[in-house]
Structure formats: structure tokens, C-alpha cells
T-cell receptor, first 107, second 113 residues
Framework: AQRVTQPEKLLSVFKGAPVELKCNYS??????LFWYVQYSRQRLQLLLR?????SIKGFTADLNKGETSFHLKKPFAQEEDSAMYYC?????????WGAGTKLIIKP | KAGVTQTPRYLIKTRGQQVTLSCSPI?????VSWYQQTPGQGLQFLFE???????NKGNFPGRFSGRQFSNSRSEMNVSTLELGDSALYLC????????????FGQGTRLTVV
């Protein structure tokens, strides 16, 4: 079955510390994976897609097919990174979502 | 360019009633999909339309239906509302070709009492 797992519901780190949000997937074939972010009182928006291999707002994510993971990383967290983060898998015209991780950056 | 617009933003309905939600996608986008978001179940896929054709449907009862018009605007309908239908309903707009970014609306908050 196709599935996306985000094991941490809540992650709290200090400003300036490294951040890693975990995402594991189950999918037969070549996955198309995304990270979406929802800041307080804002709509869901794309942060990263694995195809583009970009770094957005200092975040990167590498697809590891051997470990079926797509973890989101940032070397130095900033207070404005506090938000809800969702990992999503694109399959047959739908996005399959992880449960989301709430990231809190402490000052 | 204008973003994805969902109307209404908030709805309160009584059990047994029906409701229609509307979504206007970004101009030029031909794919519209709908998701239900609840604290317990998270984000769950309802259905996706492309050029007025439903290409995929999630695991929801037949009370949930949708359609897409020739201008790509989409509506979803929920009949015989149940308390458990209370949720945030999100609409996403995409160009329609694979692997591209989904743009989301603000959502319609449905409360069933």
C-alpha cells in the first residue's frame, strides 16, 4: 500500500540549531515527493519537490530510495520556520499525505 | 495571478442536510482536487477532476460527490450530512500534468451540528 509516515507529531528546537523532519514512504515505482508547509493562518504551500533539488529558505531534502526516506533538513533553524510541515507522495493524480510535524523554534 | 478561491469560507449545517462547496482554480489550471482535513485523520484525498472528468476518487462514501465545469471551476457536494463530516475541505489546483506543484485554497470550514 502507498503510505507516507512522519513519525514526529511535534519537534521543538532552539533557534540556530539544526533541524531534521523525518519522512518515510511506501511506494512501488519511482516516487514523486513533496514537502508542503503551513504557516499560522496561511494556506498550504509548496516548500520543496524532490525533482527540482532546490534549497528553499535554507531547507533541503534528499530522496533516499534505499531507505525510502525524504527527510527535510536545515542547518540553522530560524524562528520564522515555526510551522506545520507535511510530506506528500504524488500518485495517480492524488497527493498522499503524512500526518504532519509541528515544528516549534524556541528563541 | 489570482490564487485558488474557495467559497464559502465557513458553513454551519444540520445533520441530514446537504452542502455544496465551490472552488475556482488558478487560471489555466485544468486539474482540481479536493481534500478533507481533520485533526484525527489528517489530510485525505476525496477526488480529482481534469477537464471535467474524474480521474481518481478516494475512499469516501457515495454521499460525497463532485463535478468540474468547462471553465475548470469545481464543486463538491455532501448529502445527508453527518457529524463526522465536520472538517476543513481544501481544494487544490494544478496544471494537470504530472509531478507539478499543487496550489491550495484557504479551505471551507464545515461544521455539522
Amino acid at each position: 500500500a502507498q503510505r507516507v509516515t512522519q513519525p514526529e507529531k511535534l519537534l521543538s528546537v532552539f533557534k540556530g540549531a539544526p533541524v531534521e523532519l523525518k519522512c518515510n514512504y511506501s511506494y512501488s515505482g519511482s516516487p514523486e515527493l513533496f514537502w508542503y508547509v503551513q504557516y499560522s493562518r496561511q494556506r498550504l504551500q509548496l516548500l520543496l519537490r524532490h525533482i527540482s533539488r532546490e534549497s528553499i529558505k535554507g531547507f533541503t531534502a534528499d530522496l533516499n530510495k534505499g531507505e525510502t526516506s525524504f527527510h527535510l533538513k536545515k542547518p540553522f533553524a530560524q524562528e520564522e520556520d515555526s510551522a506545520m510541515y507535511y510530506c506528500a507522495l504524488d500518485s495517480n493524480y492524488q497527493l498522499i499525505w503524512g500526518a504532519g510535524t509541528k515544528l516549534i523554534i524556541k528563541p | 495571478k489570482a490564487g485558488v478561491t474557495q467559497t464559502p469560507r465557513y458553513l454551519i449545517k444540520t445533520r441530514g442536510q446537504q452542502v455544496t462547496l465551490s472552488c475556482s482554480p488558478i487560471s489555466g489550471h485544468r486539474s482540481v482536487s479536493w481534500y478533507q482535513q481533520t485533526p484525527g485523520q489528517g489530510l485525505q484525498f476525496l477526488f480529482e477532476y481534469f477537464s471535467e472528468t474524474q480521474r481518481n476518487k478516494g475512499n469516501f462514501p457515495g454521499r460525497f460527490s463532485g463535478r468540474q465545469f468547462s471553465n475548470s471551476r469545481s464543486e463538491m457536494n455532501v448529502s445527508t450530512l453527518e457529524l463526522g463530516d465536520s472538517a476543513l475541505y481544501l481544494c487544490a489546483s494544478r496544471t494537470g500534468t504530472g509531478g507539478n506543484e499543487a496550489f491550495f485554497g484557504q479551505g471551507t470550514r464545515l461544521t455539522v451540528v
